[in-house]
């Protein structure tokens, strides 16, 4: 008989997150229900969303209870099938929460799909630059900034998973780009391995005029991930009628930090703050992931994944989501 | 020989502002350049951005200089024309400053133009409610915010010329209209005068409280002039994917109050929020013009004017809009 790992969330953690915020417990597999397939996990999407909903604040889903699997999207195989459609072998990826095990049907938000079968594509991929992140910076770039030729981009946490994408689309699309990581070779990697025009490290202690030289006739979008003094280090390099793609505020959501910005320059610049979310991109998820996968599979787009082995290790693998530890997509390998 | 009395700014008020921060001048009227016009003003406009004009900060355009005439939209009369297609006679607005006279040109922000003769539509009327003050409201709602059919809307200083224009423009569209004002008797006001669905003082203890009354359903739409706590409430009704056409912050103009507010609302809402100025609106002025004027002589909206008599009322009048002591438009009468 198998066994179902699952953490459970026990306490919420104020900054960082540890093992010690959940309870380990084994269970068999779930019951499954006309309509819905048993899937065992194979890798879970580690991102900052899932911090957010470890946090008893108000946000754009319910957070996770107390005492509940923690909430998490990932890929799996289908293990047992009544859904239509869906067949024993198959590869999926749904909310599979941190766990072995899940029973899942299709709707809701990330909910149930089956992993698209492309030459020269992992599966995996699809959890990333051809999945919710990559969708998410097609999103923030296209949809929301409209980026264009000759617009100048600035692209903060240019080094994750989003950033790294959403950095490279603008660039398909004609735009000057300046990414903005952690760390000089970050930094570096933005310009030798994803082709941005410049990256510049924002723990440099000239950061601000590294990056008032990077934009000499200021910048017309910012896609931002982080919030706080870097966000505002970026906010006044805008030129008038900029457009922010409000993706994430990272740097509060580990405790800490303040969420508290001028307004006022949103007045003085005519700014325009979008903030947006993977729960909205339903309408243009096709159109995205298509785009996605034929620029991967030309060479067009490229990305790195940052593995880190064993479910219980999840919890320490989403802090290297704030210490900067990771380069692209982080993924836990479940099975 | 006319004399050209002028108000030139002598000290930037840290608050209130009064007579003494100007140099009160008499000149004879400015030599009139070929393609110019020498205007003799009749009407000002007082708008809160002649206060924000004053101070040395980043703001839209460049701040009045020190000793230079205060600027501001007016209305007059075309004594002498040396620019074709304008007469002696003809009535005109454009920046005519706080004077008694101006050579002005076409171009530039409210760059000179005829003031149009349509019945039953008094001249004033184009510095207002079918002038820069209605085209404004227009902008924010119809091009930022897109206002339609069954959205609630906020409307805040609901009971400014801006204000009880955006409030009645999105009710010609089908929205449902809550306006905010200081004070039982404008408040009263935007519902019996203005035909807003609800009115709301912002001074009353249970102000909140009665915003969410008015609110059931959340709101879809913000048209902010404020800041400051008031905006705050406002922004803890708006829905999912709302709208804020961010008009003004006054609170913050006349010195004191805080422009810092939360940033992270607008990813938990995904938030459209969209800074808009009158110079940018060249490309809608007409159409904007046309249909306000459309509206005004159907009897389908309607507006007042608070008038103040003589040129060196200018600085205590535009104390009115920051006290709440006028109701609609504010001009001063030069002439």
Known sequence: MSINRQLLLARRPENRVSIDHFDVVEAPPPPVEDGEVLVRTRFLSVDPTNRVWMKDVPQYM????IGEVMRSGGLGEVIESRLDGFARGDLVFGMTGWQDYAALKPGGALGLAKVPTLPGITPEKFLGICGPNGVTAWAGMIDVARVGEGDVVIVTAAAGSVGSAAGQIARLKGARVVGIAGGPAKAAKLVSDFGFDAGI???????ADQLKAATPRGADVLFENVGGAIMEACTARLNPRARIALCGMISIYNGGGSARHDWSVMLAKRLRVEGFNLIDCGPI????????????????IRDEETIVDGLEQAPEALNMLFDGTNVGKLLVRVS
Chains 1, 2 share one sequence.
Not at 62 to 65: L, T
Request: no cysteine; aromatic share 14%.
């Open 62 to 65: 319910p957070p996770v209870a």
């Open 201 to 207: 490290d924002y723990r440099a202690d000239d950061f």
């Open 285 to 300: 998820w096709a159109q995205a992931v298509r785009d996605l996968s034929g620029w991967l599979a030309a060479g067009q």
